[in-house]
Structure formats: C-alpha cells, structure tokens
C-alpha cells in the first residue's frame, strides 16, 4: 500500500510499508520525488536514534511542546551547538521512545519526566511528526513505529572487583577498538555477570570503542581492583546492529552494581518528619539537595533515611536541576506521606562516575503517586464565585529552571475575571496543581478580576516567591463549554527546556 503527502514547497513525499515480521508491523519506508532535493531533512528512512549529553550540567538543548487539545508532542526548538543540534535532532521531530522506553502513547507529562529521569545522558529514538501522522492515517491510531530491544536483550552495566585470578577477563587482540571481551571461566567477571562474547564499550562511564590497545590497557589499569564495565553480548550487538540503534549507556541494566538508590517511604509524625534538607556542592562539583540532621526514632529515621544522603527524587520525579525552594515545594506538597528516592554518597559518587541517573537502575520500587497541588480547602462566598465554578482552594509556585512559572492567562469578555488558558505539563504550575480553566480569584492575597487588573498582577508576579494563588476551578460541563467557544484561537502550550 501506498500513502502520499505534502511536503515544503512543490515537493512530495510517498511513503511505501513493508511488512517485518519481527516487529509485527508494517514499517515505513520513505522515498522522495524525483523533483525533491536528496539532501533534504525529511529524508528519513525509519526512526532515528538521537543520544544525547547534557553539556555544562544543564540541559540538552532541545524544546519540547505539546498542542492543545492534542495527545501528540513534538521538537519545537533546537538551540545551536548543543548536544541535540549535533547529534541530529530536528524541530518537528515526535519522539517515539525515552531510552527503552515506548512513549508513543504516554502523555506528555510523562515524557518529560521520562527524560528528566535519565540524568545526564539519554538515548531518544524520534521520527518527524509528518511521516508519524502519514503512518497513523494508514494503519491506525494504534500502530506502533517504535523498533524496541526486547525485554532481556540489553545492554550490561557490569562491576568487576578483582580476585587472586584478576578481573577474569583477556581482550581481543587489535591495535584499536572496538574491543571484545575473553572471559575466565568462573572467574570475576563471568561472576559479575559479563556474558560471553561481550564488546566492550565503556570502562568506568568512558567510551573506550577508540582507544588504542594502550589506552584501554592504561585505563585498566588505573581502574585498581575494581572496574565497571559496560558490555554488550553478541544477541544485544545483532539486534542493534538490525534496528540501526546505538549500543547506549543509557539502555543498560545494571549486575553486581556494588550500590543503588534507596526508596523511602516516610508518614509524618507529631514531631514532623525529622530531618533537614540543604542545598549543597556534591561530590561531583553541582549543587544538590542533601538530608542532613535527621532525627534518632523519627519517621525518617525509621524509614532508613542517614545523614548526608543525596535526594535524587520526589515521588518518582526527579528533582536534578531544581532549587531548593522548589523541592521543598513539592515535599510538602505530598502532605503526610512522602516518597523520597535517595543516594549514599558512595552510590553518588558511583553513578556520577559512570555517567548516569540512578533513577535507571530502581528495582522493583513502588513509590507513592505524586500528588498535583499543595492545596487548601477554602469556603468560596457566594458573592465572589464566579459561574460555573466549584471549591476553590490556594496553590504555591515556585519558578522553574528557566525562571517561568509555566502558565498563561486569558480575560473572557463575558465574565470580568482572569482565567488559566494553559498550563505547560511537568511545569512548576502544573506540579501546583493548576488546570486550565481555572479562575483566579486572588494572587498573594490580594483580589484580582478582569483584564484591569493585569498590570496588577504583572507586578504581584515578579514579587519574592512563592507565587501564592486562590484559584476556583471550573465544573466539568463549564469547563467543556469554554473549551468549545476558544478552541478556534489554535492555541499551543508553551515549551518545556530539556
């Protein structure tokens, strides 16, 4: 079968499907007009793999948007010279998948927090949003364009401690990489879970795939009595040899890995929860939140939680990059209970090693859902409810890593208040518990209404944070019915920095 759509200009692109059996769908394969320029950047054959790094410990250098009303997401900005730019990630790109991860039909939410999660390196596999949405037409809201390793066939993060027979394995002989793996039978690094055949890839969070002979004897033997390898064995080196994936760090599945984040689960007490979180220089040079000062028979400390643990997330969420006025935020946004992932500082100073978030390596962790707000009941007098409105309730903010709250307002002219037109997923509003609709009715304490007051609110916007609003939400068949009469205006969320 045979789809055809437009492109830019006079251009056309037809995309033909040939059934794989493997993957059990039929896979597009794009050829271009003949009046079309080969060098064009919607040539694209299949899905493309984008590994990305974040450089200066701060981002990727991509944007990601959603559009209202819209379950798709797409690339809306690449910054020049970052790690996205080089490494072939376009604007229009939809992402498919977060390292292994199929986000196809994940909310957008979602794959923001995916991403976050990976730390400093993530493996993305997107494919442009034109070809997705020919390929959707053609087979259906439910296809799959997403290639994918299978469960079991991965990557090895491998921690080798050295024996009386050394680390247990010999390498391939060759001037220069890639290096194969000759394992001792039985000896440490069979142990440690190295299969056989494996290709070596990383020593200690370093690519050694262009290291000479030397080189990779030289870090070896820098490495003392333990090493941490990352390997691939011949069945996971075939499969992304077929799938055109690289052999990334960020698909790993962790074996012997001599530490791992912990989950604690901790039930406020009468005291409160009995620790102190400060935000310090780590190991690796960036700042983070630490627990310090936690409190002898104190929920923490029952929970397991020690002094100088490094908190790497908030109920599953990842808090890298954030203030700690935020993180504070979401903590007590949780209420009661709180759900914390955390590090030792050997674990931390494992996992900056070798280049990756410990959030990729929980086992089997349940964690409590994250709650959307930190809110408070209050009774809404008759006088000041606007209609269509239920409970109203106040919400705290906190900027974000680039200093937006992530919301937008709007005036209707039928109601003289000042409502929530967007709110950008996994933003500081969003993790607030805003949604769009939502009345404002007062910001840090002070009465706002109408489109008079948006000077007003400017000013009260830049105050010292937090950002406190009393917000009425509106009641489903209300909110329904705005949605209708706005949703010619074509709005689009704002963008999220990743």
């Not at 033997?221 to 069945?235: K, R, Y």
């Not at 075939?238 to 530490?259: K, N, R, V």
């Not at 950002?467 to 909110?479: I, T, V």
């Amino acid at each position: 079968m045979e789809a055809t759509a437009d492109t830019r200009d006079t251009a056309s692109l037809t995309l033909k499907f040939k059934f794989n059996p493997r993957l059990g769908i039929d896979n597009p394969v794009l050829s271009l007009a003949e009046d079309q320029d080969q060098s064009d950047p919607w040539n694209l054959q299949r899905p493309r793999f984008c590994l990305l790094s974040k450089e200066e410990k701060t981002s990727f250098g991509f944007h990601l948007q959603q559009q209202l009303g819209k379950a798709d997401y797409v690339v809306c900005r690449v910054d020049p010279g970052t790690s996205a730019q080089r490494h072939g990630l376009r604007v229009g790109d939809r992402i498919l998948a977060v390292n292994n991860n199929n986000v196809e039909h994940e909310d957008y939410a979602m794959v923001v927090r995916y991403i976050r999660a990976s730390g400093p390196r993530v493996l993305l596999t997107v494919l442009a949003q034109q070809v997705h949405d020919v390929v959707r037409a053609q087979q259906g809201s439910d296809v799959l364009c997403c290639p994918s390793l299978g469960s079991e066939v991965r990557p090895r993060l491998c921690h080798v401690v050295k024996d009386e027979g050394g680390f247990g394995f010999s390498i391939t002989h060759g001037n220069r990489g890639p290096f194969w793996l000759v394992l001792s039978a039985g000896g440490a690094a069979e142990r440690a879970g190295v299969p056989p055949g494996a290709r070596l890839l990383e020593v200690n969070g370093v690519c050694v795939e262009k290291f000479t002979s030397s080189q990779l004897s030289r870090k070896l033997l820098q490495s003392g009595d333990q090493v941490t390898l990352l390997v691939a064995g011949p069945e996971v080196e075939e499969q992304c040899h077929q799938l055109g994936m690289p052999l990334a760090a960020p698909l790993a599945e962790g074996w012997a890995l001599p530490a791992k984040p912990r989950c604690l689960n901790i039930e406020k007490g009468p005291q409160g929860f009995g620790f102190l979180l400060r935000e310090e220089k780590g190991l690796d040079g960036r700042l983070g939140q630490f627990l310090w000062e936690v409190d002898p028979g104190l929920p923490a400390d029952k929970a397991g939680m020690k002094a100088g643990d490094r908190l790497v997330a908030v109920a599953g969420e990842s808090v890298d990059g954030l203030g700690h006025e935020e993180t504070v935020s979401r903590i007590r946004a949780q209420g009661s209970f709180v759900s914390l992932i955390v590090v030792d500082p050997e674990a931390d100073r494992f996992f900056s090693m070798v280049r990756l978030s410990p959030l990729l390596f929980l086992e089997n962790t349940e964690m409590a859902a994250s709650p959307l707000a930190e809110t408070k009941d209050l009774p809404v007098e008759d006088a000041i409810e606007p209609s269509g409105t239920v409970d109203s309730r106040q919400c705290f903010l906190y900027p974000g890593p680039g200093g937006g709250y992530g919301f937008r307002l709007c005036c209707v002219a039928s109601e003289p208040r000042l409502f929530i037109s967007q709110v950008t997923p996994g933003g500081s509003a969003a993790r607030a518990g805003l949604q769009m609709g939502d009345a404002v009715l007062e910001v840090n304490g002070y009465p706002v209404g109408g489109d008079t007051d948006l000077n007003r609110l400017q000013q009260l916007a830049e105050a010292e944070p937090p950002l406190c609003l009393k917000l009425a939400a509106r009641n489903p068949q209300g909110l329904e019915a705005w949605i209708s009469s706005e949703s010619g205006k074509g709005w689009t969320l704002a963008s999220e920095l990743l």
